[in-house]
């Protein structure tokens, strides 16, 4: 049993309530992971700028079920993701524990983050992520290396699809949540094949954007 500390400690009704819309039910074991989770995001946000959110149901709406709701729309439970400028673990850390069986890889270039990401994949005792400190550039990859790419409110479309050409095994896809806006922007990219916008739910104008590279 995960344990948490009772003053930093969120209920574990308000992250069942509050994942509910998003059509996700964590079991047992996951339900007190996002627990520790958002405990540990708290904590380290007051020294540390990892998100603007301060109100744990916001935490959990905003990060971890738009982040977990992907795990409906894609079959994403197993194979690797590579997520990219994974800053406090959104979507990847997120979508590991909606999917144990998920191997991740999480690039994040700044030393600070980098250190918050060791510290809740430590905490939470999980198998299968790699915390690789490293901006995505500088990160060689053979292709293949993931059946997954994804980046959330990162920008710069163009760097993350390159990198993912590179990455992505034959049927790979990236994972991009983004504005609606750019969705349409992104989604005229050549070279790519691109599911129709997925509405994430109870959000204003933001979407899930799923993509392939078409062949060469």
Known sequence: ????????????????????????????AQAEAIQLYVSLLLQWNQKLNLTSLRDP???????????????S??????GRLADVGSGAGFPGLALKIACPELEVVLV????????????VVRSLNVDGVEVVR???EDLSVRAGFAGFVSARAVGNFDRILRWARKALSGEGQVLLWLGAADAEEVSSRHGWGWREPIEIPGSHRRVLLIGRPSPS
């Open 57 to 71: 149901a916001e935490i959990l709406q905003r990060h971890f079920g738009e982040c977990m709701f992907a795990a």
């Open 73 to 78: 729309a894609v079959p994403i439970s197993g």
């Open 108 to 119: 994040e270039a700044n030393v600070k983050k980098s250190a918050f990401l060791l510290e």
């Open 1 to 28: 049993m995960i344990i948490t500390n009772s003053k930093q400690a969120v209920p574990l009704a308000l992250v069942r309530r509050s994942l509910e819309s998003y059509g996700i039910r964590p079991g047992p």
């Open 134 to 136: 490293s901006r995505m």
